[in-house]
């Protein structure tokens, strides 16, 4: 483990962050790095996420998600106290690791010239990190086993369910030993596969971001029975699944495409990269040799796109521009970036923050800006949760925010009011924490506008509340009374990307 390694170093006397891509990956990295050093989680080893942490004042590694490390930098540009930053996982290109990698580089630039960066992947792409960052490319073999992979193809007019549950079904007869990992585009392919693999001789589990924590940890927990985990791409990488040797992989991912006509996100179904697929291979033979079941013909291979496309090319930019006018920067191009933001895109951004009063004419935050960029959410959901509780009714509006940034919560109900009763009678770990962030967030409001909470929440305010958050609210928002409308698509109004 590189980040247990460096602790020894001599000039490392502060804190190492890796940074995760996802929860599951940050939870479950730190329990196997304190694990391998002999101690408990939340002690020399923690992590933080968006609604679960263990750390303390001995925490010296710190695993946190990408969305948390951006909150962390703007809040202290300086890092204080931290002596290294790992990017784990980069060749993902999320938003959040491009923009937390071009901020650490500019705080090392000009704050922290000790401070120590470090770019981590086993696909990376490793000329253009080196060049960005001016450092070398260290290679690390490690220990490898025999990986098989198999080319078994699909019918084209075959449903992906079908084909998937018949190559599980074709793995366990043919391996006889270790568990399936098997990779869907997303949770409705998995509950359809789930449903067409009843009564195989082996556990079946599910395993994406929507689950309660409870069961993600029963999906990557060992157990003394053959399991079946039907997973999206949350299993491709920073975990390592005790006992898996197979993987079937669909060949399939699913991502969000920004349009920016209609001013929302929608979900893709496309192939998945060389890199993706790569990496999802290699999670059969993480403990011992291992066989992949692969949904296409080896020569398709060659067809996938290299690496998986940098979200900083196709997603709302609106967050990174607001973040880079608190950090001082009106031009995001003139940070250091892989790819630098198109500026159709910033242009957009600009005017959707303009349009929020987030920003003024010469792109500088506003007092409103200050007190959406407080809030660890997308601008438009900031607004509203602001603008809502100037209004009288925050805490509905905070809950409003909780369930279209977090997929599945109450149910996948586009009748919001209904997710919420269904949620407000949950007691799952996850709807817990989720009543947890909505008080935070309403804790980092302004003093002025918490009064004004204390008021009981009515069903009417719903009506009032969703609209601010809907990209068709358009200009003015904070002046005139909206149209009014009792359902809407998570995807509508933010895309399913990483939070924190």
């Excluded at 589990?205 to 791409?233: C, E, F, N, Y």
């Excluded at 909470?453 to 305010?461: K, N, W």
Aim: include cysteine; hydrophobic fraction near 45%.
């Amino acid at each position: 483990m590189v980040a247990s390694a460096l602790l020894g170093e001599p000039w490392c006397s502060g804190q190492i962050l890796l940074l995760s891509p996802r929860r599951l990956a940050a939870r479950a990295a730190a329990e196997r790095i304190a694990e391998l050093m002999g101690e408990p989680v939340g002690g020399v080893v923690g992590y933080a996420t968006r609604m679960d942490s263990k750390l303390s004042t001995k925490t010296r590694i710190l695993v946190l998600t990408e969305g948390i490390f951006r909150n962390r930098i703007q809040d202290d540009p300086e890092l204080a106290g931290v002596s290294a930053v790992l990017f784990d996982e980069v060749h993902e290109r999320s938003l959040d690791s491009d923009f937390g990698l071009a901020l650490a580089l500019d705080a090392q630039g000009g704050l922290r010239p000790d401070l120590r960066l470090m770019a981590m992947s086993a696909t990376l792409d490793g000329g253009r990190f080196a060049r960005l960052m001016q450092a070398p490319v260290i290679e690390s073999e490690g220990m490898s086993w025999p990986l098989e992979l198999r080319h078994i193809g699909r019918k084209a007019e075959a449903r992906i369910e079908d084909e998937m549950a018949a190559a599980i079904r074709r793995a366990l007869a043919e391996e006889i030993e270790g568990d399936v990992l098997a990779f869907l585009p997303g949770v409705a392919e998995i509950e359809r596969t789930a449903e067409r693999i009843e009564g195989v001789a082996a556990e079946i589990h599910r395993l994406h971001g929507s689950l309660d924590p409870a069961k993600q940890r029963a999906a990557i927990r060992k157990s003394t029975h053959r399991k079946v985990i039907l997973a999206t791409s949350i299993a491709e990488t920073s975990l390592t699944i005790d006992g898996v040797r197979i993987v079937v992989d669909s060949g399939l991912a699913r991502r969000a495409r920004y349009d920016r006509a209609a001013g929302s996100t929608r979900l893709v179904t496309e192939r998945a990269s060389q890199a993706a697929v790569t990496q999802r291979a290699g999670r059969a033979a993480r403990q011992g040799a291992g066989v992949a079941y692969r949904l296409w013909e080896e020569a398709a291979t060659a067809g996938m796109p290299p690496f998986d496309p940098p979200e900083i090319l196709e997603a709302d930019l609106s967050p990174l521009l607001l973040d880079c006018a608190l950090w001082g920067v009106s031009d995001p191009a003139t940070l250091q970036w892989l790819d630098p933001p198109p500026k159709a895109a910033i242009d957009e951004a600009r005017v959707r923050l303009a349009e929020l009063e987030a920003i003024d004419a010469d792109g500088r935050p506003t007092e409103h800006g200050h007190a959406i960029a407080r809030l660890p959410l997308p601008p438009r959901l900031a607004h509203m949760l602001v603008t809502a509780s100037e209004l009288g009714f925050g805490k509905l509006a905070a809950e409003v925010a909780v369930l279209l940034s977090e997929r599945g919560l109450g149910g996948n109900d586009t009748d919001l009011e209904r997710r919420l009763a269904r949620w407000r009678s949950e007691r799952g770990q996850r709807a817990e924490a989720a009543r947890g962030l909505a008080r935070r967030w309403l804790d980092l409001l302004p003093s002025r506008m918490r009064e004004g909470l204390r008021r009981a929440s009515r069903s009417s305010d719903m009506f009032q509340a969703l609209p601010l958050a809907l990209p068709q609210a358009g200009g003015g928002l904070r002046q005139r009374s909206p149209s009014l409308s009792r359902t809407a698509s998570p995807s509508a109004v933010t895309p399913p990307a990483k939070i924190g």
